[in-house]
Protein backbone atom coordinates (compact mmCIF):
# COMPACT_ATOMS: atom_id res chain seq x y z
CA UNK A 1 0.00 0.00 0.00
CA UNK A 2 1.46 3.15 -1.13
CA UNK A 3 1.66 6.11 1.46
CA UNK A 4 0.47 9.22 0.22
CA UNK A 5 0.23 11.22 3.73
CA UNK A 6 3.64 12.78 3.29
CA UNK A 7 2.80 14.36 -0.06
CA UNK A 8 -0.37 15.33 1.28
CA UNK A 9 0.53 16.91 3.92
CA UNK A 10 3.91 18.59 2.29
CA UNK A 11 0.77 19.90 -0.03
CA UNK A 12 -0.75 21.32 2.62
CA UNK A 13 2.06 22.39 4.56
CA UNK A 14 3.20 24.56 1.29
CA UNK A 15 -0.61 25.73 0.83
CA UNK A 16 -1.15 26.76 4.38
CA UNK A 17 2.62 28.59 3.82
CA UNK A 18 1.17 30.45 0.50
CA UNK A 19 -2.01 31.36 2.20
CA UNK A 20 0.07 32.79 5.38
CA UNK A 21 2.40 34.46 2.89
CA UNK A 22 -0.62 36.34 0.78
CA UNK A 23 -2.56 37.01 3.70
CA UNK A 24 0.86 38.67 5.49
CA UNK A 25 1.57 40.50 1.93
CA UNK A 26 -2.23 41.81 2.13
CA UNK A 27 -1.42 42.86 5.42
CA UNK A 28 1.20 44.44 4.70
CA UNK A 29 -0.47 46.20 1.37
CA UNK A 30 -2.66 47.29 4.14
CA UNK A 31 -0.80 49.03 6.19
CA UNK A 32 1.08 50.62 4.38
CA UNK A 33 -1.74 52.35 2.21
CA UNK A 34 -2.48 54.70 5.38
CA UNK A 35 1.02 56.00 5.57
CA UNK A 36 0.76 57.04 1.67
CA UNK A 37 -2.84 58.63 2.79
CA UNK A 38 -0.95 60.38 5.99
CA UNK A 39 1.49 62.26 3.70
CA UNK A 40 -0.55 63.66 0.88
CA UNK A 41 -3.18 65.12 3.60
CA UNK A 42 -0.45 67.32 5.26
CA UNK A 43 -1.19 70.99 4.06
CA UNK A 44 1.55 73.63 5.02
CA UNK A 45 -0.71 77.03 6.13
CA UNK A 46 0.85 80.53 5.88
CA UNK A 47 0.00 83.05 8.93
CA UNK A 48 0.45 86.62 8.49
CA UNK A 49 0.35 87.89 12.17
CA UNK A 50 1.88 91.33 14.02
CA UNK A 51 4.46 92.21 11.39
CA UNK A 52 5.53 88.49 10.58
CA UNK A 53 4.74 85.50 8.63
CA UNK A 54 5.34 82.24 9.97
CA UNK A 55 4.15 78.69 8.51
CA UNK A 56 2.66 75.84 9.93
CA UNK A 57 1.59 72.35 8.63
CA UNK A 58 -1.44 71.14 9.70
CA UNK A 59 -4.20 67.99 8.41
CA UNK A 60 -6.31 69.11 5.52
CA UNK A 61 -9.48 70.30 6.81
CA UNK A 62 -8.38 71.82 10.04
CA UNK A 63 -10.09 75.14 10.96
CA UNK A 64 -8.89 78.40 11.59
CA UNK A 65 -9.20 78.62 14.78
CA UNK A 66 -7.78 75.03 15.55
CA UNK A 67 -5.23 76.47 13.23
CA UNK A 68 -4.10 79.74 15.15
CA UNK A 69 -4.69 77.73 18.94
CA UNK A 70 -2.02 74.87 17.66
CA UNK A 71 0.32 78.01 16.52
CA UNK A 72 -0.22 79.65 19.92
CA UNK A 73 -1.49 82.81 18.70
CA UNK A 74 -4.21 84.54 21.06
CA UNK A 75 -6.92 86.87 19.49
CA UNK A 76 -8.27 89.80 20.99
CA UNK A 77 -11.85 90.69 21.16
CA UNK A 78 -11.73 92.91 18.51
CA UNK A 79 -9.15 91.15 16.28
CA UNK A 80 -10.46 90.22 12.69
CA UNK A 81 -9.11 87.17 11.21
CA UNK A 82 -9.50 86.01 7.16
CA UNK A 83 -10.80 83.50 6.49
CA UNK A 84 -13.27 83.15 9.50
CA UNK A 85 -12.34 80.80 12.24
CA UNK A 86 -14.43 77.97 11.25
CA UNK A 87 -13.33 78.10 7.57
CA UNK A 88 -12.00 74.46 7.04
CA UNK A 89 -7.93 74.91 5.93
CA UNK A 90 -6.78 73.23 2.55
CA UNK A 91 -3.68 73.37 0.55
CA UNK A 92 -2.87 76.95 -0.98
CA UNK A 93 -5.00 78.86 1.60
CA UNK A 94 -3.27 81.10 4.27
CA UNK A 95 -4.80 82.96 7.12
CA UNK A 96 -4.18 86.88 8.40
CA UNK A 97 -4.68 87.96 11.31
CA UNK A 98 -5.33 91.63 11.85
CA UNK A 99 -4.65 93.25 15.16
CA UNK A 100 -7.43 95.49 16.29
CA UNK A 101 -7.68 97.95 18.90
CA UNK A 102 -9.51 100.98 20.36
CA UNK A 103 -8.39 104.52 21.85
CA UNK A 104 -10.99 106.81 23.56
CA UNK A 105 -10.22 110.89 23.91
CA UNK A 106 -12.35 112.97 25.56
CA UNK A 107 -12.25 116.68 24.73
CA UNK A 108 -14.30 119.93 25.42
CA UNK A 109 -15.47 122.40 22.69
CA UNK A 110 -17.06 125.81 23.01
CA UNK A 111 -20.52 125.90 22.09
CA UNK A 112 -20.89 129.01 20.36
CA UNK A 113 -24.16 131.04 21.24
CA UNK A 114 -26.78 131.77 18.56
CA UNK A 115 -27.42 135.45 18.21
CA UNK A 116 -31.36 136.05 17.83
CA UNK A 117 -33.08 139.28 16.67
CA UNK A 118 -36.79 140.01 17.85
CA UNK A 119 -38.80 142.82 16.67
CA UNK A 120 -40.28 144.58 19.21
CA UNK A 121 -42.85 147.15 19.70
CA UNK A 122 -41.35 148.33 23.04
CA UNK A 123 -38.95 150.59 20.92
CA UNK A 124 -39.09 152.82 18.12
CA UNK A 125 -38.89 151.43 14.80
CA UNK A 126 -35.65 150.84 14.09
CA UNK A 127 -33.93 150.90 17.06
CA UNK A 128 -31.24 148.18 18.02
CA UNK A 129 -30.79 147.37 21.69
CA UNK A 130 -29.00 143.82 23.25
CA UNK A 131 -31.72 142.54 25.61
CA UNK A 132 -29.75 139.51 26.55
CA UNK A 133 -26.16 139.04 25.97
CA UNK A 134 -24.93 136.01 24.54
CA UNK A 135 -22.81 133.33 26.49
CA UNK A 136 -20.84 130.52 25.53
CA UNK A 137 -21.14 127.11 26.52
CA UNK A 138 -19.39 123.96 26.67
CA UNK A 139 -19.63 120.08 25.55
CA UNK A 140 -17.57 117.22 26.27
CA UNK A 141 -17.29 115.09 23.56
CA UNK A 142 -15.85 111.39 23.72
CA UNK A 143 -14.01 109.99 20.26
CA UNK A 144 -13.51 106.51 19.52
CA UNK A 145 -10.58 105.67 17.17
CA UNK A 146 -9.97 102.55 15.95
CA UNK A 147 -6.16 100.82 14.74
CA UNK A 148 -5.52 98.39 12.46
CA UNK A 149 -2.06 96.79 12.88
CA UNK A 150 -1.21 99.71 15.20
CA UNK A 151 -1.96 102.04 11.63
CA UNK A 152 -5.52 104.20 12.26
CA UNK A 153 -8.08 102.66 10.43
CA UNK A 154 -10.75 105.66 9.17
CA UNK A 155 -11.54 108.98 11.09
CA UNK A 156 -12.03 109.08 14.61
CA UNK A 157 -16.14 108.66 15.22
CA UNK A 158 -18.03 110.28 18.41
CA UNK A 159 -19.65 107.99 21.16
CA UNK A 160 -20.64 110.11 23.63
CA UNK A 161 -21.62 113.70 23.79
CA UNK A 162 -22.53 116.11 27.15
CA UNK A 163 -23.71 119.44 27.37
CA UNK A 164 -21.72 120.70 30.37
CA UNK A 165 -23.11 124.52 30.27
CA UNK A 166 -26.21 124.98 27.72
CA UNK A 167 -24.92 128.37 26.16
CA UNK A 168 -27.48 131.85 26.19
CA UNK A 169 -28.75 133.38 23.23
CA UNK A 170 -27.47 136.77 22.73
CA UNK A 171 -30.99 138.43 22.10
CA UNK A 172 -31.22 141.88 20.28
CA UNK A 173 -34.12 143.67 20.31
CA UNK A 174 -35.14 145.44 17.14
CA UNK A 175 -37.82 148.80 17.26
CA UNK A 176 -40.97 147.56 15.49
CA UNK A 177 -43.18 150.35 17.44
CA UNK A 178 -46.35 150.84 15.71
CA UNK A 179 -47.91 153.67 14.81
CA UNK A 180 -51.58 152.75 15.73
CA UNK A 181 -54.36 154.38 18.20
CA UNK A 182 -54.33 152.99 21.62
CA UNK A 183 -57.75 151.11 22.53
CA UNK A 184 -58.94 150.38 25.84
CA UNK A 185 -59.60 146.96 26.43
CA UNK A 186 -61.56 144.63 29.17
CA UNK A 187 -59.05 142.29 30.97
CA UNK A 188 -55.91 141.44 30.08
CA UNK A 189 -54.70 140.05 26.39
CA UNK A 190 -51.92 137.80 26.36
CA UNK A 191 -50.19 136.82 22.94
CA UNK A 192 -47.03 135.29 21.55
CA UNK A 193 -45.00 136.94 19.21
CA UNK A 194 -41.90 135.62 17.73
CA UNK A 195 -41.33 132.98 20.34
CA UNK A 196 -42.08 135.39 23.09
CA UNK A 197 -44.91 135.91 25.24
CA UNK A 198 -46.64 139.71 25.42
CA UNK A 199 -49.38 141.20 27.50
CA UNK A 200 -51.59 143.84 27.41
CA UNK A 201 -53.12 145.05 30.19
CA UNK A 202 -55.54 147.57 30.30
CA UNK A 203 -55.23 149.23 26.74
CA UNK A 204 -53.30 148.31 24.13
CA UNK A 205 -50.95 150.90 24.47
CA UNK A 206 -50.44 149.60 27.90
CA UNK A 207 -48.11 146.37 27.10
CA UNK A 208 -44.96 144.45 27.94
CA UNK A 209 -42.82 141.40 27.49
CA UNK A 210 -43.07 138.12 29.79
CA UNK A 211 -40.96 135.99 28.27
CA UNK A 212 -38.22 136.59 26.75
CA UNK A 213 -36.52 133.17 25.57
CA UNK A 214 -37.62 132.43 22.34
CA UNK A 215 -38.68 129.43 22.69
CA UNK A 216 -42.35 129.02 22.66
CA UNK A 217 -43.77 126.97 20.54
CA UNK A 218 -47.41 127.50 21.05
CA UNK A 219 -49.01 124.31 21.46
CA UNK A 220 -50.26 125.98 25.04
CA UNK A 221 -51.12 129.25 25.86
CA UNK A 222 -53.47 129.92 28.07
CA UNK A 223 -54.01 132.54 31.10
CA UNK A 224 -55.97 131.75 34.25
CA UNK A 225 -59.88 132.90 35.33
CA UNK A 226 -58.44 135.15 37.44
CA UNK A 227 -56.01 136.80 34.50
CA UNK A 228 -52.78 136.19 37.40
CA UNK A 229 -51.05 133.65 35.80
CA UNK A 230 -49.86 132.32 32.15
CA UNK A 231 -49.80 128.73 31.45
CA UNK A 232 -47.57 127.61 28.10
CA UNK A 233 -45.00 124.96 26.72
CA UNK A 234 -41.73 125.39 25.07
CA UNK A 235 -39.26 123.87 22.92
CA UNK A 236 -37.12 121.24 24.67
CA UNK A 237 -33.44 121.42 24.52
CA UNK A 238 -33.65 117.49 24.08
CA UNK A 239 -34.20 115.59 20.50
CA UNK A 240 -38.04 115.94 19.52
CA UNK A 241 -37.90 112.00 19.46
CA UNK A 242 -36.80 112.19 22.93
CA UNK A 243 -38.73 114.97 24.28
CA UNK A 244 -41.19 117.30 22.35
CA UNK A 245 -41.71 120.16 25.07
CA UNK A 246 -42.20 121.46 28.49
CA UNK A 247 -45.11 122.67 30.42
CA UNK A 248 -44.65 125.93 32.39
CA UNK A 249 -46.34 128.90 34.49
CA UNK A 250 -45.48 132.53 35.39
CA UNK A 251 -46.96 135.24 37.52
CA UNK A 252 -48.18 137.54 35.53
CA UNK A 253 -48.85 139.85 38.82
CA UNK A 254 -45.55 140.33 40.02
CA UNK A 255 -43.25 141.27 36.44
CA UNK A 256 -40.06 140.09 38.56
CA UNK A 257 -41.42 136.40 39.06
CA UNK A 258 -39.70 134.02 37.08
CA UNK A 259 -41.34 131.16 35.46
CA UNK A 260 -42.34 127.89 37.14
CA UNK A 261 -41.42 124.46 35.32
CA UNK A 262 -44.47 122.10 36.55
CA UNK A 263 -42.25 118.96 35.14
CA UNK A 264 -44.38 118.05 32.68
CA UNK A 265 -43.46 117.15 29.04
CA UNK A 266 -45.22 116.39 25.92
CA UNK A 267 -48.15 118.11 25.52
CA UNK A 268 -49.43 118.69 22.18
CA UNK A 269 -53.20 119.05 22.40
CA UNK A 270 -54.24 120.10 25.48
CA UNK A 271 -53.32 122.30 28.49
CA UNK A 272 -55.43 124.61 30.28
CA UNK A 273 -56.04 126.33 34.12
CA UNK A 274 -58.85 124.17 35.67
CA UNK A 275 -61.43 127.04 36.89
CA UNK A 276 -62.92 125.77 39.95
CA UNK A 277 -59.35 124.73 41.33
CA UNK A 278 -56.83 127.66 42.26
CA UNK A 279 -53.45 127.55 40.75
CA UNK A 280 -53.86 124.13 39.37
CA UNK A 281 -53.44 123.01 35.58
CA UNK A 282 -54.91 119.93 33.32
CA UNK A 283 -53.45 118.60 30.48
CA UNK A 284 -53.39 115.64 27.90
CA UNK A 285 -49.79 113.93 27.02
CA UNK A 286 -48.33 112.30 24.58
CA UNK A 287 -45.20 109.80 23.59
CA UNK A 288 -42.73 110.87 21.83
CA UNK A 289 -42.21 109.21 18.58
CA UNK A 290 -39.25 109.28 15.53
CA UNK A 291 -41.85 108.85 12.72
CA UNK A 292 -44.62 110.89 11.87
CA UNK A 293 -46.27 112.62 13.29
CA UNK A 294 -44.30 112.85 15.73
CA UNK A 295 -45.98 111.03 18.80
CA UNK A 296 -48.62 108.27 19.89
CA UNK A 297 -51.13 110.10 21.98
CA UNK A 298 -52.05 109.04 25.26
CA UNK A 299 -55.41 110.78 25.55
CA UNK A 300 -55.38 111.07 29.32
CA UNK A 301 -56.72 113.98 31.42
CA UNK A 302 -54.48 114.77 34.52
CA UNK A 303 -54.54 117.91 37.20
CA UNK A 304 -51.32 118.83 38.80
CA UNK A 305 -51.71 121.71 41.28
CA UNK A 306 -48.40 123.94 42.46
CA UNK A 307 -47.41 126.93 44.25
CA UNK A 308 -46.62 130.55 43.77
CA UNK A 309 -43.42 129.60 45.67
CA UNK A 310 -42.71 127.28 42.50
CA UNK A 311 -43.48 123.70 44.36
CA UNK A 312 -45.55 121.30 42.18
CA UNK A 313 -47.93 118.81 43.50
CA UNK A 314 -47.86 114.96 41.94
CA UNK A 315 -49.98 114.65 39.25
CA UNK A 316 -54.00 113.42 39.56
CA UNK A 317 -55.27 111.02 36.87
CA UNK A 318 -58.71 111.91 35.55
CA UNK A 319 -58.77 110.15 32.40
CA UNK A 320 -56.14 107.25 32.31
CA UNK A 321 -54.27 106.60 29.16
CA UNK A 322 -56.23 104.90 26.67
CA UNK A 323 -56.61 104.07 22.69
CA UNK A 324 -58.87 107.26 21.91
CA UNK A 325 -60.90 105.28 19.77
CA UNK A 326 -60.49 105.51 16.31
CA UNK A 327 -57.44 107.42 14.89
CA UNK A 328 -56.75 107.85 18.83
CA UNK A 329 -52.96 108.16 17.77
CA UNK A 330 -53.43 111.98 17.31
CA UNK A 331 -55.26 113.05 20.18
CA UNK A 332 -57.90 114.62 22.38
CA UNK A 333 -58.92 117.59 23.39
CA UNK A 334 -60.85 118.84 26.45
CA UNK A 335 -63.31 122.13 27.32
CA UNK A 336 -63.76 123.52 30.60
CA UNK A 337 -67.96 124.14 30.59
CA UNK A 338 -68.56 128.04 31.42
CA UNK A 339 -70.67 127.25 35.22
CA UNK A 340 -67.62 125.39 35.93
CA UNK A 341 -69.77 121.90 36.32
CA UNK A 342 -68.52 120.23 33.16
CA UNK A 343 -65.75 118.87 31.13
CA UNK A 344 -66.08 117.97 27.39
CA UNK A 345 -64.07 116.30 25.07
CA UNK A 346 -63.43 116.39 21.32
CA UNK A 347 -61.19 113.19 19.60
CA UNK A 348 -61.29 112.48 15.52
CA UNK A 349 -64.19 110.19 16.18
CA UNK A 350 -66.69 112.34 18.52
CA UNK A 351 -67.20 114.71 21.50
CA UNK A 352 -68.87 113.26 24.94
CA UNK A 353 -68.70 114.73 28.45
CA UNK A 354 -66.13 113.21 31.18
CA UNK A 355 -67.15 111.70 33.95
CA UNK A 356 -65.22 113.17 36.72
CA UNK A 357 -65.83 110.89 39.43
CA UNK A 358 -65.96 107.97 37.74
CA UNK A 359 -63.12 108.80 35.27
CA UNK A 360 -64.47 107.93 32.35
CA UNK A 361 -65.99 109.36 29.15
CA UNK A 362 -69.32 109.20 27.89
CA UNK A 363 -70.38 109.92 24.44
CA UNK A 364 -72.44 111.98 23.23
CA UNK A 365 -71.93 112.27 19.33
CA UNK A 366 -70.45 110.06 17.34
CA UNK A 367 -68.27 111.74 14.13
CA UNK A 368 -67.12 109.47 11.32
CA UNK A 369 -63.17 110.60 10.99
CA UNK A 370 -61.65 112.22 8.40
CA UNK A 371 -59.49 110.12 6.02
CA UNK A 372 -56.78 112.11 4.71
CA UNK A 373 -54.45 109.20 3.56
CA UNK A 374 -51.26 111.40 5.61
CA UNK A 375 -50.26 111.40 8.84
CA UNK A 376 -52.59 113.81 10.24
CA UNK A 377 -56.02 113.73 11.09
CA UNK A 378 -59.06 116.38 12.75
CA UNK A 379 -60.24 116.87 15.92
CA UNK A 380 -63.08 118.84 15.37
CA UNK A 381 -63.41 121.80 16.93
CA UNK A 382 -65.28 122.27 20.14
CA UNK A 383 -66.99 125.29 22.18
CA UNK A 384 -69.29 125.48 25.50
CA UNK A 385 -72.30 127.91 24.93
CA UNK A 386 -72.11 130.07 27.59
CA UNK A 387 -75.36 129.00 29.36
CA UNK A 388 -73.42 125.26 29.67
CA UNK A 389 -76.89 123.78 27.93
CA UNK A 390 -75.03 123.68 24.36
CA UNK A 391 -72.07 122.18 22.38
CA UNK A 392 -70.91 123.74 18.93
CA UNK A 393 -68.59 121.89 17.29
CA UNK A 394 -67.66 120.76 13.57
CA UNK A 395 -69.28 117.56 12.01
CA UNK A 396 -68.12 115.43 9.08
CA UNK A 397 -70.65 116.42 6.65
CA UNK A 398 -71.98 113.60 4.05
CA UNK A 399 -69.78 113.68 0.94
CA UNK A 400 -71.85 114.76 -2.34
CA UNK A 401 -70.84 111.57 -4.33
CA UNK A 402 -67.99 109.23 -5.30
CA UNK A 403 -65.87 109.66 -2.43
CA UNK A 404 -66.59 107.82 0.96
CA UNK A 405 -67.78 109.24 4.41
CA UNK A 406 -64.65 109.24 5.57
CA UNK A 407 -62.84 111.39 2.36
CA UNK A 408 -66.11 113.82 2.37
CA UNK A 409 -64.30 116.76 1.85
CA UNK A 410 -67.55 119.11 3.77
CA UNK A 411 -67.93 119.85 7.24
CA UNK A 412 -70.68 121.29 8.79
CA UNK A 413 -71.28 123.26 12.67
CA UNK A 414 -73.58 121.61 14.64
CA UNK A 415 -75.20 122.58 18.25
CA UNK A 416 -76.01 120.00 20.12
CA UNK A 417 -78.23 120.24 23.39
CA UNK A 418 -77.55 118.97 26.68
CA UNK A 419 -80.93 119.00 27.83
CA UNK A 420 -82.79 117.11 25.22
CA UNK A 421 -79.88 115.63 23.22
CA UNK A 422 -81.29 117.14 20.18
CA UNK A 423 -78.78 117.89 17.61
CA UNK A 424 -79.01 120.82 14.85
CA UNK A 425 -77.17 121.55 11.72
CA UNK A 426 -76.19 125.18 12.21
CA UNK A 427 -73.79 126.17 9.29
CA UNK A 428 -73.49 124.11 6.61
CA UNK A 429 -70.00 123.38 4.71
CA UNK A 430 -68.52 126.01 6.67
CA UNK A 431 -65.20 123.59 6.92
CA UNK A 432 -62.70 121.70 8.78
CA UNK A 433 -61.09 124.64 10.61
CA UNK A 434 -64.73 126.49 11.35
CA UNK A 435 -63.37 126.86 15.27
CA UNK A 436 -66.57 127.80 16.54
CA UNK A 437 -66.28 130.42 19.61
CA UNK A 438 -68.38 131.55 22.09
CA UNK A 439 -68.95 134.89 23.43
CA UNK A 440 -69.69 135.63 26.88
CA UNK A 441 -73.51 136.21 27.80
CA UNK A 442 -74.39 139.79 28.77
CA UNK A 443 -78.33 140.14 28.47
CA UNK A 444 -81.18 138.87 27.75
CA UNK A 445 -80.94 138.42 23.86
CA UNK A 446 -78.21 135.52 24.55
CA UNK A 447 -74.59 135.20 23.75
CA UNK A 448 -73.03 135.21 20.10
CA UNK A 449 -71.30 132.49 18.11
CA UNK A 450 -68.27 133.47 15.93
CA UNK A 451 -66.80 130.80 13.42
CA UNK A 452 -64.81 130.78 10.37
CA UNK A 453 -66.08 130.12 6.94
CA UNK A 454 -63.89 128.52 4.34
CA UNK A 455 -63.56 130.24 1.36
CA UNK A 456 -63.24 127.06 -0.59
CA UNK A 457 -65.82 124.78 1.87
CA UNK A 458 -64.35 121.58 -0.69
CA UNK A 459 -60.81 122.41 0.08
CA UNK A 460 -60.99 123.67 3.61
CA UNK A 461 -57.84 121.97 4.15
CA UNK A 462 -56.00 124.53 2.25
CA UNK A 463 -58.36 127.58 2.00
CA UNK A 464 -58.46 130.64 3.57
CA UNK A 465 -61.10 131.72 6.03
CA UNK A 466 -63.96 134.57 6.54
CA UNK A 467 -64.86 135.46 10.37
CA UNK A 468 -68.32 135.51 10.99
CA UNK A 469 -70.93 135.49 13.70
CA UNK A 470 -74.30 134.31 14.25
CA UNK A 471 -77.16 134.25 17.02
CA UNK A 472 -76.89 131.30 18.95
CA UNK A 473 -79.65 129.49 17.53
CA UNK A 474 -77.58 130.10 14.03
CA UNK A 475 -79.58 133.47 12.39
CA UNK A 476 -78.23 136.69 11.84
CA UNK A 477 -75.24 135.32 10.38
CA UNK A 478 -72.90 137.67 9.35
CA UNK A 479 -69.45 138.32 7.58
CA UNK A 480 -66.92 140.62 9.97
CA UNK A 481 -63.76 139.78 8.19
CA UNK A 482 -61.99 140.49 5.87
CA UNK A 483 -63.07 143.46 3.59
CA UNK A 484 -64.35 141.89 -0.04
CA UNK A 485 -61.31 141.61 -2.51
CA UNK A 486 -58.73 141.06 1.01
CA UNK A 487 -56.94 137.66 1.55
CA UNK A 488 -58.62 134.94 4.07
CA UNK A 489 -57.62 134.19 7.32
CA UNK A 490 -55.59 131.50 8.31
CA UNK A 491 -57.39 128.41 10.30
CA UNK A 492 -57.54 129.84 14.14
CA UNK A 493 -59.67 129.85 17.08
CA UNK A 494 -61.37 133.65 17.27
CA UNK A 495 -60.92 135.18 21.13
CA UNK A 496 -63.66 136.74 22.31
CA UNK A 497 -63.29 139.58 24.83
CA UNK A 498 -64.09 138.92 28.76
CA UNK A 499 -66.74 141.53 28.97
CA UNK A 500 -68.65 143.78 26.56
CA UNK A 501 -66.84 147.62 25.32
CA UNK A 502 -67.32 150.25 27.24
CA UNK A 503 -70.28 151.88 26.21
CA UNK A 504 -71.18 149.45 23.81
CA UNK A 505 -73.62 146.41 23.29
CA UNK A 506 -71.27 144.47 21.38
CA UNK A 507 -67.93 142.66 22.20
CA UNK A 508 -64.44 142.68 20.96
CA UNK A 509 -63.12 139.70 19.00
CA UNK A 510 -59.38 139.65 18.37
CA UNK A 511 -57.90 137.36 15.94
CA UNK A 512 -54.30 137.20 13.58
CA UNK A 513 -54.45 138.26 10.37
CA UNK A 514 -50.92 138.07 8.23
CA UNK A 515 -48.72 137.85 11.40
CA UNK A 516 -50.85 140.98 13.48
CA UNK A 517 -53.25 140.79 15.95
CA UNK A 518 -56.72 142.65 15.01
CA UNK A 519 -59.28 143.44 16.98
CA UNK A 520 -63.08 144.24 15.65
CA UNK A 521 -66.38 145.49 17.11
CA UNK A 522 -69.00 143.09 16.79
CA UNK A 523 -71.87 145.45 16.86
CA UNK A 524 -70.29 148.01 14.65
CA UNK A 525 -67.45 146.00 12.36
CA UNK A 526 -65.06 148.18 13.08
CA UNK A 527 -61.49 146.82 12.97
CA UNK A 528 -58.18 147.73 13.98
CA UNK A 529 -54.63 146.23 14.15
CA UNK A 530 -52.97 145.99 17.50
CA UNK A 531 -49.42 144.93 16.67
CA UNK A 532 -47.58 145.38 13.80
CA UNK A 533 -44.00 142.94 14.40
CA UNK A 534 -45.88 140.29 11.47
CA UNK A 535 -44.71 137.53 14.05
CA UNK A 536 -48.02 136.83 16.34
CA UNK A 537 -48.99 133.41 16.39
CA UNK A 538 -51.14 132.61 19.28
CA UNK A 539 -53.37 134.45 21.46
CA UNK A 540 -55.67 134.07 24.79
CA UNK A 541 -57.83 136.97 26.58
CA UNK A 542 -59.47 137.29 29.49
Known amino acids: ?90 NGDKIKVTRVREEFKTVQEVISFERQTVRTELLPDGEIRISQPGENGFREITFRRLFEDNLLAGDPSIVKTVVLVQPIPEIMLVGAQSPFAPLKIPGKLAYLSGGNAWLMDGSTANRRTVITSGDLDGRVFSLSPNRDWLLFTRKSSKPPEEEINTLWVVNLVDPQSKPINLKVSNIVHFGAFVPWLSNTVAYSTVEPRSTAPGWQANNDLIFRKFSSSGAVGQPAEVIASNSGGVYGWWGTTYVFSPDNESIAYARPDGIGLVDVGGNALISLMENVPLQTGSDWTLIPGLAWGADSNFLYTVSHAPPAGGVTREESPFFDISALSLSNSTNVNMVKQSGMFSYPSVSTQNDESGYKVAFLQAIFPDQSDSSRYKLLIMDRDGSNRSVLFPPEGSAGLAPQRPVWSPAPLEGELGNYLGFIYQGNIWLIETNTGKSQQITGDGLASKLDWK
Open 1 to 90: MKNYALPVIAFFCRSTIFLVLAVFSLSLFGCSAPQVSQAESLVTIPITVDGAMIELTVPAGSSVETTLNKAGITLGGLDRVEPTLFTSLN
